[in-house]
Each structure stands twice: as C-alpha cells, then as structure tokens.
C-alpha cells in the first residue's frame, strides 16, 4: 500500500514539476525570441521597438518600451510563479524519488554513506551551490563575465566529479541538476524580480532608477539562458544509463552541456546572423562522437577457450557455477557453457524481489518498469535489457541492495551471449 501510494505521489509531482516547468522554460523562450526579433526600426516615440505576430487564429502588436509607458496599465503581468513552483515542485520530485530511499537510488553501492548523512550533503549542496555563485557573481570576477562564465563551468563539472564519488550515477546528476536548477530559481527571486519592482518604484516616484540593476538582471538572465538546455538533459538523464553510470560521467555530462550550449548560442544570435549555424552540425557530430565514446567497449565474453566447432562441444566443456568460481579478486569470465539453471537462480535471489508480479521488496507493490522475472521465458525475452542493465551499465540491481557479484553479472553475461537458451 505504502509502495502504491509513493508511486502515485511520484506521478502526481513530477507531473506538476513538468507543467510548471514547461510554462517557465516556455516563457522564457518566447520572451527572448521577442527580445531578438523585435523591429527596432523607426520605432515610435519612447518605443524600444514591436512586432507583430499571428497565433492561434489572432494577429498580435506587441511593443516594448524603452523604460516605461508615460501611464502605468493597471493590469502588469509578472513572470515568476512558473519559476518558483518549478522549483518547489522539484525539491519535493527530489524528495519523493531521492531522499525517502536514499539506499535505492542515491548512495553509490559501497560508498559508506548513511541515508542521513546521503540527504543532508544533497540538500545542503543546493544551499552552498546558490550562496557561492551568489557570491562569485557579486565579486569582482562578476566584471568579467566571460572569465565568470568558465569559472562556474569548471565549478560544476566539479561538483559532478565530487558527487560521483558519493552518489549514484544518477543521484550525481541530478545534483548537479538541482543545484542549476537552484541558481536559476534564486536569480529570478533574488536578483531579476527585485530588479524589477526597484525599476517600477523608481517610475511610480518619477526618479531615474539606478543604474546598476539592469546589468545585473541581465547577467543573471544570460546565465538562466544558457543553463536551460544542460539542466533539460540532465533531467531526463536517468533514462540513460551510458551517460551518467561510465565512471566518466562528469566528463560526458560536461561534453553534453558544451553541445548544448553552443546550440542555445546559435539561437541566442540567429536573428543578427548566422554566424553560430556551424554549432549545431558540430553539436550534431559531437553527439555521435559521444555515442561511440560511450559504447560498450569490453570484450565479448569468450565462449569457450578452444574455437568452437559445433555447440555441443561448449556443452561437453566442464560448467561453470558460481560456487565453483575461484575467489581471487579478478576472477576469469566463465568458459564454459552457462546453463539457465545458474542464471534463473541468481535472476530469483538478485532481481525477482522487485521484478515481480509480487514483488516482495516492500518499496514496490507493481514490477518496477513493468519489468518481471516470474517465468523462464520472461527472462529470455528480456535478456537484452538484463544484459544493458545489469552487466553493460551494472545499475541494476538498484543501489545493489540485493548485492549481486562481479562473477554473477559475467555469467549472465555469458549465458546471454551464447544466445540466452532457457531450455
Ligand atoms: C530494489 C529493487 C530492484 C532490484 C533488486 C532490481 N531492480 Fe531493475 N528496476 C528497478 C526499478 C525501480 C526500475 C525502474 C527504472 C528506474 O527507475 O530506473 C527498474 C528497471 C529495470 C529494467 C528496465 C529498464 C529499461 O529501461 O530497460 C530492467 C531491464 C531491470 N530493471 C533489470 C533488473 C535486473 C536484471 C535486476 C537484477 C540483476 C534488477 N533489475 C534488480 C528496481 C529493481
């Protein structure tokens, strides 16, 4: 019951947190694609410039005013809500999937971490995360915003470096991801909207405002704007094991934040020119390249030392069995032909608590991904994913809670490979 009810508190808050996040990614898109394509020809007295635009059946005039329209409307519409419920949404997202089971999905198998201690460093890096870029951007390297820029860049991929140390694969990226995520949020409630309601105050008692605060709204916005697309990825991230369980993980969520980066760049400046189209054939390839990189790169795991005549001669080869694998550290991948006996045995004992129709693991009530290892033909059909899951990515079992082996994975490795045979 208490599995069920989790589950749908998941649905219910990583529904909201993409709604929410949808209307402020969403507004902030549109908002700087008005920026960029505003008619700043001729424009009208006191006018930055307009345009027009058609939409949903209505043709729209939209102006921007230099500073302000010499009456205010009575109805000003402020973007904020999106931002603040965006992030709200996600610490309880953060909370429901991460902190109520550290053991399942954020501490690294064998790390040392207690859940407490787990929760504590995730929640306490977004804090630090927003006070320390808070700070770097008020210091003087604020005055040099390309310097700024690398620096923080350096600072996350860091972070990234320093949470894989502790954290899952994907509990380290969504750290990161939580403490963009943060940044974001607090620009928006610390600097952007103060900003704003100092400018109208300025106009509502009819003195210049200072001068100081649009620039620093606006660095704050350039850095939301470039932000936008790595956090995206990152959180969709847990869908894909290459990426955030190589032991380069921080590297290839590095290399991905560059591509997108760059691409936001060309967006950023296609109105001006299209001086940045090579970014995204060279975003394009460096995905590729980030895809070879990342493939599998071990071994096929040999069948049998002599070449293979026919299989019966694998069959007639001395089986190997757990038991009687040596227990030297680096233990040799198994030879000989692995029978589905050995291979049902462990898939019971390591994975058929959760991948159940009953699971018996008292997180899950339903097979986790729909995924069940009740039958042997289950498991066969399945064996590709087993195979990506639990011996290419290792990330299963989760948290390796049931504490399956080096030796345990090679042999399902093996028996799939001699093309997973149940009978
Ligand atoms: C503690 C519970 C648990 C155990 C034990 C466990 N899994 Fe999973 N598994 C999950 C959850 C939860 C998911 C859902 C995906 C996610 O949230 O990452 C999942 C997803 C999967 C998927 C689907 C992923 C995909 O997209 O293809 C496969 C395959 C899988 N597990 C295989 C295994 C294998 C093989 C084992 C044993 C070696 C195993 N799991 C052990 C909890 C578990």
Avoid at 320 to 333: D, F, K, N
């Amino acid at each position: 019951m208490e599995a069920h009810l989790l589950e749908w508190l998941n649905l219910a808050v990583r529904w909201v947190h993409m709604i929410v996040g949808i209307a402020w990614i969403g507004a902030s898109f549109y908002f700087n694609w008005l920026e960029n394509n505003l008619n700043r020809a001729n424009p009208r007295e006191g006018l930055a410039g307009d345009l027009w635009a058609i939409h949903g059946g209505g043709i729209y005039h939209l102006e921007k005013y230099k500073l302000a329209p010499p009456a205010m409307p009575e109805n000003l519409h402020w973007f904020k809500w999106e931002a603040y419920s965006t992030w709200m949404s996600g610490v309880a997202l953060l909370t429901v999937v991460y902190y109520l089971n550290p053991t399942l999905y954020l501490i690294a198998p064998g790390s040392g971490l207690t859940p407490g201690v787990a929760v504590v460093l995730g929640l306490g890096s977004l804090v630090v995360g927003w006070f320390f870029y808070d700070l770097l951007c008020e210091s003087r390297l604020g005055q040099y915003p390309r310097l700024l820029a690398v620096t923080l860049f350096v600072l996350l991929v860091l972070a990234a470096w320093a949470f894989n140390q502790v954290f899952s694969g994907r509990g380290a990226y969504l750290h990161v991801g939580a403490i963009i995520g943060t940044i974001m949020v607090g620009n928006v409630f610390r600097v952007i909207m103060p900003a704003q309601r100092a400018l109208l105050a300025a106009i509502a008692e009819n003195r210049p405002p200072d001068p100081s605060l649009p620039g620093k709204g606006l660095l704050r916005s350039r850095h939301n704007n470039y932000f936008t697309l790595p956090v995206l990825f990152i959180m969709i991230s847990n869908h894909f094991p290459s990426t955030y369980d190589s032991s380069w993980n921080w590297v290839i969520l590095a290399c991905l934040s560059v591509l997108a980066i760059l691409v936001r760049h060309y967006f950023n400046t296609r109105h001006k020119s299209h001086k940045f189209a090579w970014t995204l054939p060279v975003a394009a390839l460096g995905l590729l390249c980030l895809a070879y990189v990342t493939g599998p790169t071990s071994q096929p795991i040999p069948v049998a030392q002599a070449p293979i005549a026919n299989k019966a001669v694998v069959v007639a080869a001395a089986p190997a069995t757990v038991t009687s694998l040596p227990a030297a550290t680096e233990p040799p991948p198994p030879t000989g032909n692995v029978s589905f006996e050995q291979v049902n045995a462990i898939i019971q004992q390591r994975c058929a608590v959760c991948h159940s129709a009953t699971p018996t693991n008292s997180m899950f009530s339903v097979a986790p991904a729909g995924v069940m290892f009740d039958t042997p033909e289950q498991i066969h059909l399945l064996a590709p994913r087993i195979a990506a899951q639990a011996v290419a990515a290792q990330v299963m079992p989760l948290g390796n809670i049931t504490r399956m082996t080096p030796q345990e994975r090679d042999l399902i490795g093996a028996w799939i490979n001699q093309g997973a045979v149940i009978h």
